[in-house]
């Protein structure tokens, strides 16, 4: 944990409550009110924070229990659940948005904002996120699976900013008669999104839960941080960024340089050979000896398409390089052959931030075989640098492996 710990006086009067601050690299940015789950601003809630610190956001996380035992901080654990179900019955929710609005201007008032504020939500959190774009002048509100939203919809004709709900289709504690109120209610509404993850149940998104669903939570992830981005910033160039990224590792072939782009903890899985590292220490090491200077002298990118989204990139290129050198992350093992290889080649990007942090690099490893001659592509369904050649060329013949296209009309 790499925040702070801050009071924020109560706007009744009543006194006031702490609250975690985690701010960005940069030292600004605009703000991020979290609104907790049951269990309190624990260790997952602090987790998260720090997370969207990362990606540019100063984030505070207030104490929203409180006003019944300051501090609380609980697990999963059945005995925990009971606990926290207990701070739940007894929480006053008018309150709790009440805190919230002063946990926003607390935000506002520090010298590390900058711009607009929004407010992220989880369980709990996520219906007062929603009653914070009801009440109070939040620029965009993302709610996470929040409890009881169906019985505030009458509040929905106040929202202000951006919403963005995430819905679990499994929720216990959204079954699906509320779930369908929801949606009729706010389905087309101006500046609200509605997402249902399928197959998922409640907390689908809380890392080491027991309802954790990765690729749910990556993909609410990447929308919520559309959602912000869109609506307060920050914006960063993340074209520039890959493309200095590729030139240290393909042109000056320089591993400090390359590693200084990317988060403290990244990742590369180069996916049809499972080869690259997790972790600072494993990708230092893999780019060092084992890709960098491991690539043939005239390895070539050639750009082909580029898509750049709020979190991340696709690039598509053609990767071309004569086998002159044993190649230990596309061909292990294998001497070179000194035969010239083209492959269409496909690297999805993700940022945190301004930094890279993880790379899932996809190519046809069959089409590498075949041209370097380890894999006879006679009765099988495989192509050598036809498949390069024709993604430059459309017009080249079409279903040359399909026999049964000879007979179709």
């Known amino acids: 944990m790499s925040g702070q710990w801050l009071q924020v006086p109560a706007s009744d009067g009543s006194g006031s409550f702490r609250a975690y601050l985690a701010t960005p690299k940069a030292g600004k940015g605009p703000g991020i009110l ?28 207030p104490d929203l229990f409180w006003r019944q035992q300051p501090g609380v901080e609980l697990g999963d654990t059945p005995d925990d659940f009971q606990k926290a179900f207990g701070f739940y019955q007894g929480f006053d929710e008018n309150k709790g948005v009440e805190d919230i609005a002063a946990a926003m201007a607390a935000v506002r008032a520090r010298p590390e904002h900058a711009g607009k504020i929004g407010v992220l939500g989880f369980c709990l959190g996520g219906k007062l996120a929603y009653l914070a774009a009801c009440r109070t002048d939040a620029d965009v509100a993302v709610s ?30 959204c079954p699906p008669p509320a779930r369908e109120k929801i949606l009729a209610a706010l389905d087309g509404k101006p500046n609200v999104a509605l997402h249902v993850y399928p197959g998922v149940d409640h907390a689908f998104a809380r890392r080491g839960g027991e309802h954790f669903h990765k690729p749910s939570a990556l993909m609410a992830h990447e929308r919520s941080v559309a959602a912000f981005r869109q609506a307060m910033g920050p914006y960063y160039d993340f074209s520039a960024l890959w493309d200095k990224h590729c030139e240290y590792e393909f042109a000056t ?18 996916i049809p050979t499972m080869t690259g590292g997790v972790g600072h220490a494993m990708l230092s090491r893999f780019y060092q000896h084992h890709f960098v200077d491991s690539n043939p002298p005239d390895t070539r990118l050639v750009p082909i398409s580029r898509t750049v989204g709020a979190t991340q990139i696709v690039d598509e290129m053609l990767f071309c390089f004569t086998h002159s050198c044993e190649i230990d992350w596309m061909l292990p093992g294998v001497a070179p052959t000194g035969r010239p290889v083209e492959i269409p080649l496909v690297a ?10 993880h790379e899932h690099i996809y190519w046809d490893q069959a089409s590498v075989l075949v041209q370097i001659g380890l894999l006879d592509p006679n009765g099988l369904p495989v192509a050598g640098v036809e498949t390069a050649r024709k993604l430059l060329d459309e017009n080249l013949p079409s279903n040359t492996l399909m026999g049964a296209w000879t007979r179709s009309s």
């Open 253 to 270: 072939r320089n591993v400090a340089d390359t590693m200084a782009t990317m988060v403290a903890e990244p990742y590369v899985n180069h």
């Open 34 to 61: 979290l609104a907790q789950e049951i269990f309190g601003v624990n260790a997952t809630m602090r987790q998260v924070a720090d997370y969207y610190a990362e990606e540019g956001y100063v984030v505070l996380v």
């Open 144 to 173: 996470y699976y929040g409890v009881g939203i169906e019985n505030a919809l009458d509040e929905a004709a106040n929202i202000r900013g951006r919403l963005l709900l995430h819905i679990a289709e499994l929720d216990k504690f």
């Open 348 to 357: 999805i990007v993700k940022f945190r931030g301004d930094k890279l942090y």
